[in-house]
């Protein structure tokens, strides 16, 4: 019933820029947190940056894990039922496969949904 579809994946140098989006069928985003979580092969999905629902009041507000601190920026358009990342300064150890969630999110804590998107692979590779 719930659809969440990834785009925005690729091969992209060390210290380029990528942007991911995540966008979700039906009328629920909007009262949902949504977050990214990447896995890159042999290692444990983690979750990387996560925002609140913000209501209609547009009053998101973005967490993000201290390895991606700095570089990447969490968005949301509820308007178009989409969630963004904006991935800069990129380093190879930013490769891995990237997915978005429709969870909750309570203070510094996200509470991990059942939905999830397909995965898009990001590179970063000289």
């Known amino acids: 019933q719930v659809q969440l579809v990834e785009s925005g994946g690729g091969l992209v140098q060390p210290g380029g820029s990528l942007r991911l989006s995540c966008a979700a069928s039906?009328?629920?985003?909007?009262?949902?947190?949504m977050g990214w979580y990447r896995q890159a092969p042999g290692k444990q999905r983690e979750l990387v940056a996560f925002?609140?629902?913000?209501?209609?009041?547009?009053?998101?507000?973005?967490k993000y894990a201290d390895s991606v601190k700095g570089r990447f920026t969490i968005s949301r358009d509820n308007a178009k039922n989409t969630v963004y990342l904006q991935m800069n300064s990129l380093k190879p150890e930013d490769t891995a496969v990237y997915y978005c969630?429709?969870?909750?999110?309570?203070?510094?804590?996200?509470?991990?949904?059942?939905?999830w998107g397909q995965g898009t692979q990001v590179t970063v590779s000289s």
């Open positions: 969630n429709l969870g909750r999110a309570s203070g510094t804590y996200y509470y991990t949904g059942k939905y």
């Open positions: 925002i609140s629902s913000g209501g209609s009041t547009n009053d998101a507000v973005g």
């Open positions: 039906g009328s629920i985003f909007s009262i949902n947190a």
